[in-house]
């Protein structure tokens, strides 16, 4: 039910919901039912048919976890979202509907831990086996394509290294090769980025991140095409499960209403962190999208309305300097997770990607040096004294 604003702050709030239809109610109400009645034993059967519309039990639909649907789908540009009960449920649900066994995936060379561990379980238990690459240049994915590969699976930028990958580009090679393409948009939101509109075929989120944007939920999104949706739909999210609830939904739709003015806050505060981060001598590299002085500056500036609010910097030391620099800090919580109203610091390499191999973790730019920081709304000058005194 895309009600078509022009401009994505009126979108945001607006989207997937309308009052007259509820009542007058300003916000959704939450409908906290397991399951709907039927009129007659006949409505009973037509729903199950799919011949009528309407509700039936809600791990398959329930009226306030759709208006997050159809939010989400609608600023997305996609035709249909299906919410989940975490980010993993998300994009388990996608890739296991997408594959089936002996089928290969082409993966950015790094991405969030419980991705990876999932996508080792898939070779696992099902030979799907999955190829990490750098992705910069064309000739590099064309040579590891091979008649099996269902889907490439990219995640821009990418946790925590914050590298950025041309969308455009290797969305035209799959095309080509009538590959599938699955976008981790977690990190921008559909606020910053839109890689639906570019070519992919889904984007899944964690809304436990800036979506929802306050740190007191756990849930994920996925959107796309109706034909892909509904085959997820039908397949891994009904039968697997892992649906949203009624409440969480409603939190993230209630978080969502912010979330323009909440992202530009975490970039602007993001610029002026990484500014005074790359000055400090105990700082060796900064790594932020939104840097001038970044690598993959000019494809943000392609794909990206901003760098978001994320970053990450490797200082003088290996692991027990970094651990000393976090022990240090006042009121910057250490924590996992990020996109929250607080800004967030934690390690790598001992804590969301520690399930990852040593090796392969180095090789994905994850040294014990490195630090990830959310950076929050908090005001940054706050947010550089705490980081400076540490340091120092
Ligand atoms: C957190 C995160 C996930 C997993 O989401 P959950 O909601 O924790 O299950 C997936 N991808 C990225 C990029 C993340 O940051």
Same mark, same amino acid.
């Given at each position: 039910m895309s009600k078509k604003f022009k401009h994505m702050e009126t979108a945001m709030i607006h989207e997937g919901y309308d009052s007259k239809e509820l009542l007058g109610s300003l916000t959704p109400p939450i409908f906290q039912t397991s399951t709907f009645t039927f009129d007659t034993a006949e409505q009973g059967e037509a729903r199950f048919a799919g011949e009528e519309e309407g509700h039936v039990y809600t791990r398959v639909s329930n009226p306030t976890v759709q208006i997050l649907e159809q939010k989400l789908a609608a600023l997305e540009k996609a035709e249909k979202g299906l919410a989940f009960a975490s980010g993993m449920a998300a994009i388990s649900a996608v890739l296991i509907a997408l594959t089936k066994a002996n089928d290969h995936i082409i993966c950015s060379s790094g991405l969030y831990g419980c991705t990876f561990g999932l996508l080792s379980m898939m070779d696992k238990k099902y030979n799907i086996q999955t190829d990490y690459i750098a992705m910069t240049d064309a000739e590099s994915i064309e040579g590891k394509i091979?008649?099996?590969?269902k889907v490439f699976y990219i995640e821009t930028?990418?946790?925590?290294?914050m590298e950025v990958i041309d969308l455009k580009l290797v969305i035209d090679i799959a095309k080509r090769h009538n590959i599938l393409v699955v976008v981790d948009n977690t990190f921008s939101t559909p606020y910053l980025q839109r890689p639906l509109e570019l070519g992919a075929d889904v984007v899944v989120h964690s809304?436990?991140?800036?979506?929802?944007?306050? +740190? %007191?939920v756990i849930a994920g999104i996925a959107a796309g095409n109706n034909e892909l949706m509904e085959q997820i739909a039908a397949t891994t999210q009904k039968d697997i499960g892992g649906v949203l609830s009624p409440f969480d939904a409603w939190l993230v739709v209630r978080g969502m209403k912010t979330l323009p003015l909440r992202m530009d806050k975490h970039s602007d505060n993001a610029l002026q962190i990484t500014e005074k981060l790359k000055q400090h001598p105990k700082i060796k590299h900064v790594f932020y999208p939104?840097?001038?002085?970044?690598?993959?500056y000019s494809i943000m500036k392609k794909q990206m309305k901003s760098g978001g609010g994320t970053l990450s910097f490797e200082i003088d030391g290996g692991k027990k300097e970094a651990q000393t620099f976090l022990n240090k800090l006042q009121f910057i919580n250490i924590a996992v997770?990020? +996109? %929250?109203?607080e800004t967030l610091i934690q390690h790598p390499a001992t804590m969301t990607h520690a399930v990852i191999p040593d090796e392969q973790r180095r090789k994905m730019g994850?040294?014990?040096a490195l630090i990830r920081l959310s950076v929050g709304i908090e005001a940054w000058q706050d947010i550089w004294e705490d980081l400076e005194q540490a340091l120092t």
């Open positions: 091979r008649p099996e590969t930028p990418i946790n925590p290294t809304a436990t991140k800036y979506l929802s944007g306050h +740190g %007191d939104g840097d001038p002085d970044a690598e993959g997770s990020l +996109g %929250d109203t994850i040294t014990d």
